[in-house]
């Protein structure tokens, strides 16, 4: 598979899933949960509060990782691990971008000072069951 077939398929994963696991460091230690996820290009996106936790990890430490695509249809699902580094962004655009009436069961609308937008800029994206010849880790 050739570098421009892996990015579709890494897009065509980014573009289907949205919901997926984050890894913050905690302590020394991967914390994971659960997030929502956009992407612009291979910039992920994901709204949280900047009172939690993962807030304060990132502002720590902004080594992440996220999985992201598994269909729970089985061994033969395609999906990315992301490794990159996150930061806080608090751009008014970027949040009129990613609002959702679904994030009103956190947020008081796109305004709420607490809302901010997790960027993650990938430095290594691998594309994990998406055919025999894969794992394959995408040139960034």
Same mark, same amino acid.
């Given at each position: 598979?050739?570098?421009?077939?892996?990015?579709?398929?890494? !897009?065509?994963?980014? &573009?289907?899933?949205?919901? /997926?696991?984050?890894?913050?460091?905690?302590? $020394? *230690?991967?914390?994971?949960?659960?997030?929502?996820?956009?992407?612009?290009?291979?910039?992920?996106?994901?709204?949280?509060?900047?009172?939690?936790?993962?807030?304060?990890?990132?502002?720590?430490?902004?080594?992440?990782?996220? !999985?992201?695509?598994? &269909?729970?249809?089985?061994? /033969?699902?395609?999906?990315?691990?992301?490794? $990159? *580094?996150?930061?806080?962004?608090?751009?008014?655009?970027?949040?009129?971008?990613?609002?959702?009436?679904?994030?009103?069961?956190?947020?008081?609308?796109?305004?709420?000072p607490n809302l901010?937008?997790?960027?993650?800029?990938?430095?290594?994206?691998?594309?994990?069951?998406?055919?025999?010849?894969?794992?394959?880790?995408?040139?960034?």
């Amino acid at each position: 598979m050739n570098q421009q077939d892996i990015k579709q398929k890494v !897009l065509d994963v980014l &573009d289907h899933h949205k919901v /997926g696991s984050l890894a913050t460091v905690q302590k $020394g *230690k991967p914390h994971s949960r659960y997030m929502t996820f956009f992407h612009d290009g291979l910039t992920i996106y994901t709204p949280t509060s900047k009172e939690t936790h993962k807030a304060e990890e990132i502002e720590n430490n902004p080594n992440v990782h996220i !999985l992201l695509g598994y &269909d729970c249809e089985g061994f /033969g699902d395609a999906y990315v691990e992301v490794a $990159g *580094k996150a930061k806080i962004n608090n751009s008014a655009e970027l949040k009129d971008k990613i609002w959702s009436s679904k994030l009103e069961r956190w947020f008081d609308g796109k305004d709420d000072p607490n809302l901010v937008i997790l960027e993650i800029e990938p430095e290594d994206i691998r594309l994990m069951n998406a055919g025999e010849k894969t794992p394959v880790s995408l040139e960034l």
